[in-house]
């Protein structure tokens, strides 16, 4: 009955037994053995050679890319829907040590070449103004639309042009990949994206996300800020068995599937309700107050997105016969 965020989703069962394996002696930080299969885990699974780092968090795994992708007296370009923009408490220009924000606009919260160029558009190239060095995109967005390989393609070509870094915030990667049926490397580095944000704990994780860098180089720096952001656990190991439990047998993917498959049956009950179109595991729905409130009577939790608007998240483990009853009370709203 509770549909207001796959954060609060229950821990996969792989992942707990993954978890109690890595309850061993091992080596502290990420020197264990679990930590060092992740490099050529996600290598292959991106079929080129990568560099990772685990962390606790999506935000940590955000703002280290953007550290390792724009200085200081740098700019990152977003949306102005974004999960860095508006969700993350002013991480992104901390972690950055003062790296401006600047935002374009793009419907369902994706950005276009078009909306970036005009927003390039607008900076003059002299030392008054701070300078582009990144681009940030969100797949699936904080709408639930998602970027195809081409769309990305696109961008990594004008950020290419530019001489721009091309940042991935994959909160919602697998639910991304599912619904675009392509291969991570076509949705990643093959479209240019320099650093992606791989997330894992909305997708049956406990606590841990993969930082995934494309480009040689800007690992090691990152270590470092890890370190001095307090992210460095002493016993990694955890955070990296979580990892690779959800890696293995496609996991990551079958769970995100799930939750895809969840809030189709819900977008298949709202109708003309519906405000974005469902590409993944977020349902935005146009309800009244009074609708809302009739909806949380029968027990539906969601999340009041704003005026008029509601948001339904579908978690990796809810299954047909737990939303039924609110696509049918959906449906009843007439």
């Known amino acids: ?19 109690a394996q890595a309850d061993v002696l091992d080596t502290a930080y990420d020197g264990d053995r679990w930590s060092g299969m992740l490099d050529a885990r996600l290598s292959a ?52 040590h003062g790296a401006k924000l600047l935002l374009a606009d793009g419907e369902g919260a994706k950005l276009t070449p078009e909306s970036l160029t005009a927003l390039l558009a607008t900076i003059r190239t002299d030392v008054h103004q ?14 639930g639309l998602v970027y195809q390989p081409a769309e990305v393609a696109a961008i990594g070509a004008l950020a ?13 990667f697998a639910n991304a990949m599912v619904h675009a049926d392509c291969s991570p490397a076509d949705m990643t580095w093959r479209a240019g994206v320099t650093a992606l944000s791989f997330g894992f704990v909305k997708n049956g994780g406990m606590g841990a996300e993969a930082l995934v860098f494309f480009k040689r180089g800007l690992v090691e720096a990152s270590r470092y800020r890890r ?16 990892i690779l439990a959800l890696l293995e047998e496609d996991r990551w993917l079958a769970n995100a599937r799930n939750a895809n498959e969840g809030a189709a049956l819900i977008a298949a009950a709202a109708g003309t309700r519906l405000v974005h179109p469902v590409e993944a595991n977020e349902v935005f729905l146009r309800v009244t107050a009074e609708e809302a409130a009739s909806l949380r009577s029968k027990g539906f939790d969601f999340y009041d997105w704003g005026p008029g608007e509601a948001r339904l998240v579908v978690s990796w483990n809810q299954r047909a016969e737990d939303i039924r009853p609110l696509a049918e009370a959906i449906a009843a709203l007439g």
């Open 130 to 143: 701070v300078q582009p060095h990144a681009i940030s995109i969100t797949n699936a967005t904080e709408y």
């Open 45 to 96: 699974l991106f079929e080129t050679e990568v560099e990772v780092l685990w962390v606790p968090t999506g935000t940590a795994a955000n703002c280290l890319a953007l550290a390792a992708l724009c200085p200081p007296h740098g700019a990152v370009l977003c949306h102005h829907d974004a999960h860095i923009q508006n969700d993350e408490c002013g991480a992104p220009e901390f972690y950055t």
């Open 227 to 242: 370190k001095r952001a307090g992210l460095l656990f002493s016993k990694g190991r955890y955070l990296a068995a979580q």
């Open 160 to 172: 290419a042009e530019r001489g721009l870094a091309l940042h991935m915030d994959g909160a919602r």
């Open 1 to 19: 009955m509770r549909f207001f965020s796959d954060n609060a989703a229950p821990v996969h069962p792989a992942v707990l037994t993954a978890v």
